[in-house]
């Protein structure tokens, strides 16, 4: 069973809105620590948001008033919501789960373009 499953991607227009959920199984999602991270093509992998167990949230400068991050503990669900999406915003979006151990989730693409 896959611990972290991604869902909501798609494509989208620039100037447009999404938003992620990963939803996590097998794990106590509570006492993760989780993010967001993205790669686009022949680029590295790179850091979007994070939320602590604590809900402290990060975010990368490039997403800053643009992208949220959330999480339910309850649904064991992580969120992101993207907003005024821009074509260099394209990339897939991995969900991450992390303590001591880490997961991933296998990604879901968001292509913006017009």
């Known amino acids: 069973q896959v611990p972290l499953v991604e869902s909501g991607g798609g494509l989208v227009q620039p100037g447009g809105s999404l938003r992620l959920s990963c939803t996590a199984s097998g794990i106590t999602f509570p006492i993760y620590n989780m993010g967001w991270y993205r790669q686009a093509p022949e680029k590295q992998r790179e850091m979007v948001a994070t939320?602590?167990?604590?809900?402290?949230?990060n975010y990368t400068d490039s997403v800053k008033g643009r992208f949220f991050i959330s999480r339910d503990n309850v649904a064991k669900t992580l969120y992101l919501e993207l907003n005024s999406l821009k074509p260099e915003d394209t990339a897939v979006y991995y969900c991450?789960?992390?303590?001591?151990?880490?997961?991933w989730g296998q990604g879901t693409q968001v292509p913006v373009s017009s």
């Open positions: 991450h789960a992390r303590r001591p151990d880490a997961f």
């Open positions: 939320i602590s167990i604590a809900r402290i949230t």
